[in-house]
């Protein structure tokens, strides 16, 4: 009965194998844009827990040429034990009695760097608030900062003749 159980739990782990993405995981562009809506969070007098990078739900990146690139980040943070300001966060553990905060963040970088023109969007939420519709406008809005830059041409470019 024992080996059973054994084998059973060890069939379990194989079902539901851990994929877990860490923040030192990411590429950099894209802890850029975490960064980026921390700080936006932070920045908010209610907040009062430490948050950290918890897991990618979707990533997006559109190369338009010329060192230029279209970011979407959908992400999710979660509280930790420790208070906000924490600066090693090395210590911190999630808490388990705080919901999840869902952040989408879409930027333009070039050469790696986030532009400042167009701004980058960031939008983050407690995820028992998040909506369908809130989803359909943060994929609107990323899309509009896209094309808002306008597109790059060859006809922009400077010959070498």
Known sequence: ??????????????????????????PETYKKGVDLALEKLNAHTSIRHHFLFFKSVEKNEFESGFEVSFIYHNFELKATNCEKGTVDSSRCKFRKDRPLIDCAVCFKTFRGEIEAEPAPYIHCVHKPVLTEDMKTTRIEKCNALGYSSGTPSLLLSIGTN
Do not use: K, Q, V
């Open 1 to 26: 009965m024992a080996a059973f159980l054994l084998w059973l739990l060890s069939l379990g782990f194989l079902a539901f194998p851990s994929h877990a993405e860490t923040y030192d995981n990411l």
